[in-house]
T-cell receptor
Framework: DADVTQTPRNRITKTGKRIMLECSQT?????MYWYRQDPGLGLQLIYYSFDVKDINKGEISDGYSVSRQAQAKFSLSLESAIPNQTALYFC?????????FGPGTRLTVL | GENVEQHPSTLSVQEGDSAVIKCTYSDSASNYFPWYKQELGKGPQLIID?????GEKKDQRIAVTLNKTAKHFSLHITETQPEDSAVYFCAASTGGFKTIFGAGTRLFVKA
């Protein structure tokens, strides 16, 4: 079984809709991250969490929110989706420096 | 702000040849340099990493070198195989949450 799972894997939605992307991990790591990947660009950090009570904004947090329901679960929400949020979204976990990524969610906002 | 530049953006080699991808970082406090391989439809996977107190590290056909003075680090893949075809990302980290990724190199290995 995969150590980091993301659901859904693909999602098409319309402008203005609320969307939630979910991430679960079985690695037992305290640190979890949400990244966005656009074509030709590297990964940009949206939010990160060092434990259930510690959530922090990354470099591109505007338009996004997160929830850390448990050590193993970290969800990303788009309260009102807009077309320029169309991208690949990755969840990751880490113990110290090393990050382990999920398979990604491809989100399309029409 | 801090950034990581990665070159080339696309690299095409013949099977059996070597491939080299280079990165430059700006934050002199960076002390950890991972490389990730991303295959189509999958998330990035860590393939090798190096810490700032080490100049070179090798793992079978892949090796990474680090020049702290010049703020350069490179990935070397020898005896390339078609399954090496993927997008490769370098990154630089100062520890904690802050990891800056390069824009990626798309490697094609022609059989």
């Amino acid at each position: 079984d995969a150590d980091v799972t993301q659901t859904p894997r693909n999602r098409i939605t319309k402008t203005g809709k609320r969307i939630m992307l979910e991430c679960s991990q079985t690695k037992g790591h305290d640190r979890m991250y949400w990244y966005r990947q656009d074509p030709g660009l590297g990964l940009q950090l949206i939010y990160y969490s060092f434990d259930v009570k510690d959530i922090n904004k990354g470099e591109i947090s505007d338009g996004y929110s997160v929830s850390r329901q448990a050590q193993a679960k970290f969800s990303l929400s788009l309260e009102s989706a807009i077309p320029n949020q169309t991208a690949l979204y990755f969840c990751a976990t880490s113990d110290d420096h090393r990050q382990f990524f999920g398979p990604g969610t491809r989100l399309t906002v029409l | 702000g801090e950034n990581v530049e990665q070159h080339p953006s696309t690299l095409s080699v013949q099977e059996g040849d070597s491939a080299v991808i280079k990165c430059t970082y700006s934050d002199s406090a960076s002390n950890y340099f991972p490389w990730y391989k991303q295959e189509l439809g999958k998330g990035p996977q860590l393939i090798i990493d190096i810490r700032s107190n080490v100049g070179e590290k090798k793992d079978q056909r892949i090796a990474v070198t680090l020049n702290k003075t010049a703020k350069h680090f490179s990935l070397h893949i020898t005896e390339t195989q078609p399954e090496d075809s993927a997008v490769y990302f370098c990154a630089a980290s100062t520890g904690g949450f802050k990891t800056i990724f390069g824009a990626g190199t798309r490697l094609f290995v022609k059989a």
